[in-house]
């Protein structure tokens, strides 16, 4: 079992940055792919990006891609996505997932574990 805790959400302006942090619970960490998805109002939960347990296989969202870095730290049992040059269609609950079975995987259906999110407001 796998307890996932976002943080680091908030309201920031168009162009800004902000860091959301998801802690992880278990000693299993390490060996789990960590994933990032959002869900807008109205709109499906959507892929943003993933890592794989050693950090060396990583993916993004065309969306994302060049904005927004994932990393993670096996120590700390914590998955980071840097999120820079925020634009407001980035406004959504941002929400991390880990999944047991290797393998980079974009459809949330593959994740076991989801954290409660976090909401990220990008204003215009």
């Known amino acids: 079992q796998v307890q996932l805790v976002e943080s680091g959400g908030g309201l920031v302006q168009a162009g800004g940055s902000l860091r959301v942090s998801c802690a992880a619970s278990?000693?299993?960490?390490?060996?789990?792919?960590m994933g990032w998805f959002r869900q807008a109002p109205g709109k499906e939960r959507e892929f943003v990006s993933v890592?794989?347990?050693?950090?060396?296989?990583?993916y993004y969202a065309d969306s994302v891609k060049g904005r927004f870095t994932i990393s993670r730290d096996n120590a700390k049992n914590t998955v980071y996505l840097q999120m820079n040059s925020l634009k407001p269609e980035d406004t959504a609950v941002y929400y991390c997932?880990?999944?047991?079975?290797?393998?980079?995987?974009?459809?949330?259906?593959?994740?076991?574990?989801w954290g409660q999110g976090t909401q990220v407001t990008v204003s215009s």
């Open positions: 997932a880990a999944r047991s079975s290797p393998g980079a995987a974009m459809r949330a259906g593959l994740y076991d574990y």
């Open positions: 278990g000693r299993t960490f390490s060996s789990y792919v």
């Open positions: 890592i794989s347990w050693s950090g060396d296989s990583i």
